[in-house]
């Protein structure tokens, strides 16, 4: 085909059609690949920015951690600084402490020995061969060298440095620890308990605290090494390593301070119990001054060796070179505890052995107290001499009032078997009334034995006889002897004594002073008398109550003369003719208290006319005879108590007393006890009556 065919319109339009197809559709894949690259380019610039803001952030976290690490590492580090600054100051304390003890009181007891012509250290290893029981820490020092040195150190100083750690140790250099002070001593000492310097192949100072308290802290190194690198290990992982290490050294840290805590409450501990038997350990050494001079010094030395031991034991254990582990601590405490076993023994047989002294020289030991040991060191016998004139010049002034007190007490004793003599007589005189007054009363009940209302008529008599009889004897009418049965009295029965019958405080004054007059004479008597008299005394009491406060009640609200029906079967009766009577004062006695209290209820009387009784007694009960605000229930139980005990009583010892013979001591004490002194039962009712 020819060049123009293709030219016509047709194929001309075609083409064109085609070619702008092509055009278009590589126009539209140019213009997706560049929105392509855009969209990834931005991309790209996002997640750089991104990461440059991660590192930012990164780095600003490292910064953080390592300056919280620095803040950290500088809180614990001055926090174990403070902890063993505090623990060298407590173990600095007890070391004052122990000097201040070699200076006083030990000092003293060197001086003592040497007084006594007694080896200090043969008299510690004699009282530590006596104590088997004794811990084993008491026992360290007892070596040649540290003896010699001691007593030697002692002489030459005047200041009688007895050892301890400062007497045996030296410090790393070869000097001595005793010629060390202030820090220097301190240092040492620690180095000292640690086994020596690090250069001469011991623990060191931290060894020596590690003994008393501190930790080798070897954490902290590392921490510091990459502490002085770290701007050059910036790296986020490796703040973080750091990080971990700082926390965990701050945990050792707070469990160093701890055990720091705990050694520094021990050696405290230590520090006040070694005070405190410091303080007895004086006492005794004052106490010794008074020992020699009245010449006990023999049995004194062994209970001075005693306690002069234990208070070296107690400074000893601290200064002792433990195993370096964590049992030490406790082992030191199972130690202590067990010192202070031998602590409580030490003071027991001081005790024990100051009871056993006579009195003079109980009180020579305690004016030797008084005195101060430390202060007379030096002058010791011229001491002891003072207080051995003192002793004899008490003993002479003793001796002189035991010689005036017994020609006292030999006239007084004569004067005493006097007045036994006469009292002796007077009784026998009234015991053969009473033994007459009971015969006739027996006779007189025999004669009536079937009529129980004549009886209690008999007996009545002779209790009213008996306890006339009885206050009409000037035996016992003694001033001193009345006046204190009258305080006893008043002691039992408190403010209640005074709301008794005049006759009633009496009778019971006077039986008392009888029963004590009785108990006097070695003699079995009869006591009949003393249970009448206190029998008599409940009875006063009773029929002031039941008997007249009650008639005057009935009266008050049922006139007899017009209502004498309406009063109780105890107060009233119908003659022969029918007449209503009212019943004789006289006939109220102790036999007829149950029946005024209802625990008791007459034959000849129905149950309706019981009942009125009752009614009539309650209403007396509730407003007049007891105090107010007693229920029902307890106005009854008071009643019944009431009836029942004077049932006793009236058959246990008022009759039983008009027989001869039959109420000794031991009943006339029971007696007394029931209504009086134990069971109280007098005091009780006046308590209860309104």
């Not at 003599?421 to 005189?429: A, I, P, V």
């Not at 079937?450 to 006889?465: G, M, N, R, V």
Request: charged fraction near 25%; include cysteine.
């Amino acid at each position: 085909m020819k060049i123009a065919d293709y030219l016509n319109k047709d194929n001309l339009a075609t083409g064109w059609k085609n070619l702008s197809d092509v055009a278009g559709k590589a126009a539209k894949q140019g213009i997706a690949g560049g929105k392509f690259v855009g969209q990834k380019a931005a991309q790209g610039a996002e997640a750089l920015k991104e990461n440059i803001q991660e590192d930012v952030k990164r780095r600003k976290q490292t910064k953080r951690i390592q300056e919280d690490g620095e803040k950290l590492l500088a809180e614990y580090q001055f926090r174990l600084a403070v902890s063993q600054k505090m623990l060298e100051e407590e173990a600095s304390s007890f070391n004052d402490a122990i000097e201040q003890l070699e200076r006083s009181q030990l000092y003293v007891y060197l001086r003592f020995c040497e007084y006594m012509q007694q080896d200090y250290h043969q008299g510690l290893q004699k009282s530590q061969a006596a104590g088997a029981a004794f811990p084993e820490e008491m026992h360290l020092w007892q070596g040649a060298s540290y003896a010699a040195g001691a007593v030697a150190a002692g002489t030459a100083t005047g200041a009688a440095t007895l050892g301890l750690v400062t007497a045996f140790g030296t410090a790393s250099t070869g000097t001595a620890l005793a010629t060390l002070s202030g820090p220097a001593y301190v240092h040492a000492t620690l180095a000292a308990l640690g086994g020596g310097s690090l250069a001469t192949g011991g623990l060191g100072m931290a060894g020596g605290a590690a003994v008393l308290g501190a930790v080798v802290a070897a954490p902290m190194l590392a921490v510091a090494s990459f502490a002085a690198d770290r701007k050059i290990r910036s790296d986020y992982d490796e703040a973080m390593r750091w990080q971990s290490e700082v926390i965990r050294y701050s945990e050792e840290v707070q469990d160093a301070c701890r055990r720091n805590n705990q050694r520094r409450q021990t050696l405290r501990t230590l520090n006040q119990d070694m005070y405190a038997f410091g303080l007895f350990f004086q006492d005794m050494l004052n106490a010794g001054l008074g020992a020699a001079a009245c010449d006990e010094a023999d049995a004194y030395m062994p209970l001075l060796n005693d306690a002069a031991t234990t208070l070296i034991a107690y400074s000893q254990l601290a200064a002792a070179p433990a195993e370096q582990d964590r049992g030490a601590l406790q082992d030191v405490e199972t130690k202590r505890d067990r010192l202070q076993e031998v602590e409580h023994r030490c003071k027991a047989e001081f005790y024990r052995y100051y009871a056993s002294l006579e009195l003079p020289k109980q009180e020579l030991l305690e004016q030797a107290r008084e005195r101060d040991a430390l202060a007379a060191a030096d002058r010791l016998a011229e001491a002891i001499s003072e207080l051995r004139a003192l002793f004899e010049q008490e003993i002479h002034e003793v001796n002189q009032k035991v010689d005036d007190l017994h020609e006292d007490m030999t006239e007084r004793f004569d004067a005493v078997d006097d007045a036994l003599t006469d009292m002796q007589s007077t009784l026998e005189n009234l015991t053969g009334d009473i033994r007459r007054l009971q015969q006739e009363t027996e006779s007189y009940l025999a004669v009536g034995a079937d009529d129980a209302a004549a009886q209690e008529k008999i007996l009545e008599s002779f209790s009213d006889k008996l306890a006339a009889r009885l206050l009409d004897s000037s035996l016992l009418r003694s001033h001193d002897l009345c006046e204190r049965a009258q305080e006893i009295l008043q002691e039992r029965f408190g403010r209640d004594w005074g709301r008794l019958r005049s006759t009633s405080r009496r009778f019971l004054i006077t039986a008392r002073v009888l029963f004590a007059q009785m108990e006097a004479v070695p003699d079995q008597m009869d006591y009949s008398g003393v249970c009448i008299l206190m029998l008599k005394a409940l009875e006063a009491e009773l029929h002031q109550r039941l008997f007249c406060d009650y008639s005057a009640f009935m009266e008050k609200h049922h006139p007899f003369a017009a209502e004498a029906a309406r009063w109780p079967s105890v107060l009233c009766y119908r003659d022969n003719r029918g007449r209503w009577r009212r019943v004789a004062e006289e006939r109220f006695t102790l036999g007829s208290v149950p029946y005024f209290c209802n625990t008791r209820m007459p034959e000849h009387i129905s149950d309706a006319a019981n009942e009125q009784d009752r009614r009539c007694l309650l209403s007396f009960a509730k407003q007049k005879l007891f105090r107010k605000g007693l229920s029902e229930d307890k106005i009854w139980e008071n009643l019944t108590r009431i009836g029942k005990d004077v049932e006793r009583v009236t058959k246990r010892y008022r009759n039983r007393a008009a027989h001869i013979n039959a109420i000794r001591h031991q009943e006339a004490r029971e007696c007394m006890d029931f209504l009086i002194d134990v069971q109280q039962v007098l005091v009780w009712m006046m308590r209860e009556f309104a």
